[in-house]
């Protein structure tokens, strides 16, 4: 994972009257006289960093957006505050099933970026009191946007934290696991809302449909009796006896409509209503023995047109 807006940041700069730019070249001018050298601006104390930071903050706020000297000290003090980063993301290390130590720091400095951008100087506050909570959001919400296996609006995330300490916090009240209505109450939702939040949990993590259950003595792999464990998908489910009729009723469709008004009317007679064959007579006027031809005939035209087909 690389993060483009740090490419404008320099690894090393060079006195200020000829600094290194971003691309390579130099930025020379007035713009930049009287900016002490930084070397190296990964390597500096907590203490350097903060007193520098604010020299450079205070020359960034007089430079034009976009020149090769604007480019160069914000780059600078991305470099300096790195270590910022770092701190932020310690907590965030090597967490179960979350991403590279490496992504985290590449995230933490996008909102450091963030930060250094909406930074004003005037307002006779430190760096680091707006840059630490830009850093730690952004990789927050990274956790919160990648860590899902399934993607649901940010609200209901949320809402997963919020039952999941109200369910630890009932549950060790009440010494059983709470109800909708129970969690409802407590939090001031109602329980549409609870089992809304309830459902859209079950997309946190999820387990795949060929991996292997555990047998009935409670450990994973192969029973008892050399049989191969069962995957979930032959846990789960069923066949569906209607399933097979699909086809058939697809097939059968435009044969049926191809059928003569009374032929249709005797089979929605008997099958539809489920009427027998002297009912049907008695309806459509015709003797039981003549609906039992009629009938006879129209179903073994619609198998051999099925059959043929």
Not at 189 to 207: F, H, I, K, M, P
Request: with cysteine.
């Amino acid at each position: 994972m690389t993060i483009t807006a740090t490419t404008e940041a320099t690894t090393s700069t060079t006195p200020p009257t000829t600094a290194a730019a971003p691309d390579g070249g130099a930025v020379a001018g007035p713009a930049l006289s009287g900016l002490p050298e930084v070397p190296c601006p990964r390597e500096l104390s907590t203490c350097d960093a903060r007193q520098l930071t604010r020299v450079f903050f205070e020359r960034l706020r007089s430079l034009e957006e976009g020149t090769r000297e604007y480019q160069y000290v914000r780059g600078t003090l991305i470099e300096m505050n790195i270590s910022l980063v770092n701190f932020a993301a310690r907590p965030f290390r090597d967490r179960p099933g979350g991403p590279e130590n490496e992504d985290i720091v590449q995230v933490g400095i996008i909102g450091l970026i963030k930060a250094i951008d909406r930074y004003d100087p005037d307002r006779n506050t430190q760096f680091t009191t707006l840059a630490v909570p830009y850093i730690t959001g952004e990789i927050k919400r990274h956790f919160r946007d990648t860590t899902w296996a399934v993607r649901v609006p940010r609200r209901l995330q949320e809402q997963r934290l919020l039952l999941a300490k109200a369910t630890e916090e009932l549950t060790s009240e009440t010494d059983r696991a709470p109800t909708p209505a129970e969690l409802a109450a407590h939090l001031g939702l109602t329980e549409d809302e609870v089992r809304e939040g309830l459902v859209a949990a079950n997309g946190y993590s999820t387990q795949s449909l060929d991996a292997p259950q555990p047998s009935e003595s409670g450990g994973a792999g192969t029973p008892a009796g050399g049989q191969p464990a069962r995957s979930l998908a032959d846990t789960v489910g069923g066949v569906d006896p209607a399933l097979e009729a699909v086809e058939d009723r697809h097939a059968l469709a435009p044969l049926l409509a191809g059928l003569d008004e009374r032929s249709t009317r005797i089979l929605q007679l008997r099958f539809g209503q489920e009427m027998t064959q002297a009912e049907i007579g008695e309806e459509i006027g015709l003797s039981q023995m003549h609906v039992s031809r009629l009938l006879a005939r129209t179903l073994e035209t619609l198998r051999e047109e099925m059959l043929h087909d």
